[in-house]
């Protein structure tokens, strides 16, 4: 149940990983966490947040706006990693695994 949400693509500016979607997750103002910070929202871009720090805990910052999820990441960017954020941003939405 649930929709899965279409990567358009990522790309990598340094340590930051952009990802862009087919649907808006934020408005055009934008929110941004750091671990341990996203408890004081219940929107869907802290949830989205809070389940990539637990995806990766090398992710330092997360910020969504309308349909982008820029993502910092100390340390290099493995494709490993890469994957592992991507899925986490395309199966937000999704309740149940296929």
């Known amino acids: 149940m649930g929709q899965t949400i279409e990567i358009n693509g990522s790309r990598q ?3 930051v990983l952009v990802i ?10 934008g929110e941004a966490y750091t671990p341990g910070y996203t408890t004081t929202s219940d ?6 947040a809070e ?3 637990e995806a990766d805990a090398d992710i330092d910052r997360v910020h969504v706006m309308s ?6 990441r ?12 991507e899925q986490v941003v395309a199966h937000f939405f999704r309740f149940y695994p296929d």
């Open 51 to 53: 389940r990539l720090f």
């Open 67 to 72: 349909n982008a999820v820029s993502i910092s």
């Open 20 to 29: 862009d979607t087919n649907r808006s997750l934020a408005g055009q103002d």
């Open 43 to 48: 929107t869907f871009p802290a949830r989205l």
């Open 74 to 85: 100390a340390g290099e960017w493995t494709e490993s990693a890469r994957e592992t954020v």
């Open 13 to 15: 500016i340094g340590e």
